[in-house]
């Protein structure tokens, strides 16, 4: 396993885990890809699914991976959700899973059976696009998730937050992010001992950026234009190119063609501009996930696994 410092940064590539959407029969699915350069993708697997679930609902959405820097394994998160063939959206959010799948590996090759782990109270009517970052304070990581509640009768999204060392037992959860509007999909990345999160407004279809000085801090919200033009858009990644100073912001344009890059030289900057389209290459298919930094070993292992299949 890789972990994540100044002299393995600079031979990265990188590794996208995505569901491909409810439209396809296989597409409420794990999907992964590898890329060189963070912005052209390689589709594993002959875009099939790699991993599946038949626990719960049976359906995956929105994975999001992270490596464990204390036990050496990589995590899978995921939305218990099967949305294909039903589309009730509206039971989707106000009766609909409690719990997380999970899934675990040393080698991102070899993923042991999944877990489905209840996170939220009875009260709590989903438990959508989970993600997590690890706290070097606390030994902790700090797993986040957007939630209606019957609380205020299921009116808006709120984004909650639960602890975990082992990503198999959990603390109560908390409210994490509340806004005047419905927010989902929030995301987290760490610069210069800062912490920058992209969340969805659900309300009007946007991103917005805030940035705190720790992960439970008093957040500051960054004016950006930019990204309140990309409208129609959800399920925010973000990632450094290593071999430059440069960010991507992955945003899934889910009615009109799926993911496309933004980039930014400053996180705290809210200027983002989109890549050229002649640029990048992205998965086929690929609808909410997660983009991470991987070693060349772990890359060629994961396309030398793709040619045997």
Not at 52 to 64: K, V
Request: net charge negative; proline share 5%; with cysteine.
């Amino acid at each position: 396993m890789q972990i994540m410092t100044k002299d393995s940064l600079t031979t990265s590539c990188y590794l996208f885990v995505y569901f491909a959407g409810e439209k396809y029969d296989d597409g409420e699915n794990i999907y992964m890809a590898v890329s060189q350069d963070g912005l052209n993708w390689q589709d594993l697997n002959h875009n099939r699914p790699i991993l599946q679930s038949s626990l719960g609902t049976t359906g995956i959405r929105d994975p999001f991976i992270i490596a464990d820097p204390q036990n050496k394994k990589y995590y899978i998160l995921a939305t218990d959700l099967k949305v294909h063939g039903n589309n009730d959206w509206l039971g989707a959010q106000q009766a609909g899973s409690t719990s997380l799948l999970i899934w675990s590996s040393t080698n991102l090759i070899d993923w042991r059976a999944p877990q489905l782990v209840k996170v939220a109270p009875d009260d709590f009517g989903c438990v959508w696009a989970p993600e997590a970052i690890y706290d070097p304070v606390n030994h902790t990581f700090l797993v986040y998730w957007a939630s209606k509640t019957a609380a205020d009768h299921y009116e808006k999204q709120r984004i909650y937050y639960a602890n975990t060392t082992d990503f198999r037992y959990f603390s109560t959860p908390k409210v994490y992010i509340d806004r005047p509007y419905s927010a989902i999909d929030t995301t987290i990345i760490k610069n210069d001992e800062r912490y920058f999160r992209f969340t969805k407004n659900e309300t009007k279809k946007f991103i917005v950026e805030d940035q705190l000085d720790s992960l439970n801090g008093q957040s500051k919200a960054i004016n950006s234009p930019s990204l309140v033009s990309n409208q129609g858009v959800e399920g925010p990644t973000c990632y450094q190119l290593t071999d430059k100073n440069k960010w991507i912001l992955l945003v899934d344009n889910y009615a009109q063609g799926g993911y496309y890059p933004l980039e930014t030289s400053d996180l705290s900057s809210g200027q983002f501009t989109k890549v050229p389209s002649d640029k990048y290459q992205m998965p086929s298919r690929a609808r909410h996930g997660t983009v991470i930094s991987i070693s060349q070993n772990e890359a060629n292992r994961l396309l030398s696994d793709n040619d045997t299949h």
